[in-house]
């Protein structure tokens, strides 16, 4: 978990280990109106395959208006 | 199942309609609706009173001015491009949720002046009954400067239009919608011609990567890209070339929407008093940002 005082954070992680991820979360955008999944690629498959969008209805509900899988660098 | 062609009744209809324009300025960015009506109008009213415009600007993608002047030179449609500044508007730059009421009042402004000196009657658009329900705060800039829109007065949905278009052999039926760069921005995020050139770039490497219907929002300085379900394998097969373009195109970082591409996106926060609908636009909404 990245160590932060924002409480969408925790929440949309919770949500995460739900549904079977270990991905942290970070937010982003101007607004941090963007929770970012920061995953390994196993689960970035996952949450790009049919699953996905199930888990992103539940991180939203943290409080987020998007939720997106970060491409991190190689 | 809805039909996939009008019927003879309302294609005549909608003849009877262009044929009462008498001479015709149509607004043409070279998407499939526009061409559509571009070329309906030279055949029914032929070619000294057609004129298709596009305008110019840097919130107008390359593809779509590409597409433009190629359908337009294929069958000969009579085309006209005219520079348009509303990137100098800062009630536009400001990018309100009324932002396409300013963008279509300049459109508008430029093409009524060129259907005046060329004598021509009858300003049209391509807003069809699919419209309808959609935000649409440049349908207020229509009506305000006497724009007519034969598709949508006659009732034919996008469905027909791409039907009836693949049996004129327009290249545009199965075109995937292209709104101007400026919708990629959140509102009350500006819009500048930085901004524009990026989400350009990027999502102009993409379709060059194979992606189709691709949006590159930009959320300075992060990409969130929005690609149909159809389309994420590829993604997954080009992470690394799709990041490396992307932040090349000026991002910092690159993620991926979950839910994916969707039609106006970036109109779900909206409340419904900022909505502006065909057939139900509320007055005073369009000048009040």
Redesign the interface.
Known sequence: MIETADPRIPAAERALRSAGFVAAVRA???ER??A??LAARPE??R????E??A??DA?RAAGF?????????? | MPSLIPSAERRARLRAVLRECDSVVVGYSGGVDSVFLAKLCLDELGSDRVLAVTGRSASIASWSKQSAREVAGRFNIPWLEVDTEELSDPRYAANPSNRCYFCKTELWDRLRAVARERGLRTVLDGSNADDVGDHRPGAVAAREHGVRSPLLETGITKREIRGWSREMGLPTWDQPASPCLASRLPYGVAVTPRRLREVEAAEEALREMGFREVRVRHHDPVARIELPAAERSLLLDREASVREAVRAAGFSRVVVDLHGYRRGALNEGLASPELVQLGGVPSGVAGSN
Do not use: M, N
Not at chain 1, 47 to 50: A, C, S
Not at chain 1, 65 to 73: A, H, K
């Open positions: 982003d955008g101007p109106e963007i970012s999944i970035r498959e949450l790009l395959g049919p996905g969008e888990v992103a991180v208006r998007y939720v997106s899988v970060d491409l991190p660098e190689g």
